[in-house]
């Protein structure tokens, strides 16, 4: 909109050879996944000029197929992980804080199973989490007793906590976007080819669309999350101290089978757990799994792991449940850094930074976790010994609201001619940056083309123009998640307005 201030994500950064502005960057990220727009963000907010470069879209990979959790991961505390959850519990606290039109509070209720874990056990994990989260704003746990009609039986006396629910990959274009408006230079559809040490920079070749280019940098850091020993071994001649389990994470889709708002955690009898979450108001998300793969394009749900679903599933619905309730799914390769563990479900999921200082810095990132990308990217600044940047108490962009109900009953009033649908989709993906692109909008017709299911031209048009959108996968499944409603070819009727408005 014109005197709004917006990157401009889509031009180039130059034909071939090396950038007009010969100028070193700071920092160069490898990776526009949570990890590499968390230390972006920061980054940039800390005076640093910044370059991020991702070979496909934002989010492309694991960042946009995880759980969909913001929390500090209560299975965590067998495993006896108590700094993960701690560090992971501050961190959901201030996302519910700084971006409250995407990070929703969420109850958990826990069928007790005495034969899988006793009543005390779990009784004094909820106690340790709640002792965790003390300040976090959320209710503490307490006994419930289960009567949820979709449960196979009378479960009698389970428990109930609190987490949060968050979209993933917009959690991730946020980060970017507000690394953008701090000053980073994000690059999408540009691949990292390689890069060596020359004097006191590094000079990397990066491929775009237009060409190869070559920039300088200061530091890197590879946060290329299942590509990190790639990028390190083929793109930098380097081999790192430590190592990645590549572990596969499925989940299901069902047609809604939640009478109710809250989430279910189900124990297993192989110790694992599995969740049924709420999805997108008429939808159940199930999930997930822990699959070893070695290759970190393996992210295929394979039948097995839909068996496994649906039988943890199973072994509490009153209804069952099975292929023909799958309305889609979805799986994403974990980076998890290599603990020795034997089991790929008890690998801890948190990080470590390996930091190569023989000449201009390189920092590698092992794991990590959505919940703890923040205090990641602090973790790196302060590695790399860059000062400043805590974002800790900044909103991300849209976040600057109060009471996000108050705000979402504000929209509806604001543009009553919109379905109630579209306006709640709407406020919780941008929250107050909708009225950057729905400024001057009075009447339907102002919305331009309707491409389905709430979609708009203009919401289409500021996706392209601010959130680096290229094509119908990048708006429908990682900026809108309107891909399963859409068909066939409504996606194509999409794609067709995109390339028309190509440059």
């Not at 083929?234 to 989430?263: C, F, K, M, T």
């Amino acid at each position: 909109m014109p005197g709004l201030s917006e990157p401009s994500p889509s031009c180039p950064l130059a034909p071939a050879g090396v950038i007009p502005d010969d100028r070193p960057y700071d920092l160069l990220i490898i990776g526009g996944g949570i990890n590499g727009t968390a230390i972006a963000r920061a980054a940039a907010m800390a005076g640093e000029r910044v370059l991020l470069v991702e070979r496909d879209d934002l989010a492309q990979a694991t960042s946009s197929a995880s759980t969909k959790l913001i929390h500090g991961g209560l299975r965590y505390l067998e495993h006896r992980q108590f700094k993960l959850v701690r560090e992971a519990l501050a961190e959901r606290a201030i996302l519910l804080r700084t971006a409250p039109h995407l990070v929703r509070p969420m109850e958990f209720r826990l069928p007790h199973a005495p034969s899988m874990r006793p009543w005390w056990m779990v009784r004094l994990g909820l106690y340790l989490y709640d002792l965790f989260a003390l300040g976090g704003g959320l209710p503490r746990s307490r006994s419930v007793p289960l009567d949820d009609a979709i449960l196979a039986a009378d479960h009698g006396t389970g428990f109930s906590y609190w987490d949060a629910w968050v979209d993933d990959s917009r959690l991730v274009v946020l980060n970017a976007l507000a690394a953008a408006e701090a000053g980073a230079d994000i690059r999408t559809r540009t691949r990292f080819v390689g890069g060596v040490r020359q004097g006191p920079v590094w000079r990397a070749a990066l491929e775009t669309a237009h060409g190869t280019v070559t920039v300088a940098a200061r530091r890197v850091v590879n946060a290329a999350g299942p590509w990190v020993e790639r990028v390190l071994s083929e793109g930098l001649d380097r081999r790192g101290q430590y190592r990645i389990r590549l572990v596969r994470g499925s989940h299901l889709i069902l047609r809604r089978r939640l009478p109710h708002n809250h989430a279910l955690i189900l124990q297993q009898p192989d110790r694992r757990i599995i969740f049924i979450i709420p999805y997108q108001g008429d939808m159940t998300l199930v999930g997930t799994t822990d699959f070893a793969v070695d290759d970190p394009s393996d992210n295929r749900i394979s039948a097995e792991e839909t068996a496994y679903l649906l039988d943890a599933a199973n072994r509490y619905l009153r209804d069952l449940v099975g292929e023909t309730d799958i309305v889609g799914d979805f799986a994403g390769i974990r980076p998890l850094f290599d603990d020795g563990r034997d089991e790929a479900s008890t690998v801890t999921r948190d990080y470590r930074l390996e930091l190569d200082a023989n000449g201009p810095p390189l920092l590698s990132i092992f794991g990590g976790k959505l919940t703890t990308a923040r205090h990641l990217a602090d973790m790196v600044l302060g590695r790399l010994g860059i000062a400043g940047g805590d974002t800790a108490a900044t909103p991300l962009p849209g976040g600057d609201i109060a009471d996000f109900d108050a705000f979402r009953d504000a929209t509806r009033r604001r543009w009553p001619f919109l379905e109630r649908e579209t306006l709640d989709r709407l406020a919780g993906a941008y929250g107050t940056r909708l009225e950057r692109w729905m400024q001057g909008v009075g009447t339907l017709a102002d919305m331009g083309i309707d491409f389905g299911h709430g979609l708009s031209q203009r919401e289409v048009d500021y996706l392209v123009r601010a959130e680096w959108a290229h094509s119908s996968d990048d708006i429908l499944w990682r900026r809108t998640r309107l891909g399963l409603r859409f068909s066939a070819s409504q996606a194509a009727r999409l794609d067709a307005y995109l390339r028309e408005r190509a440059p």
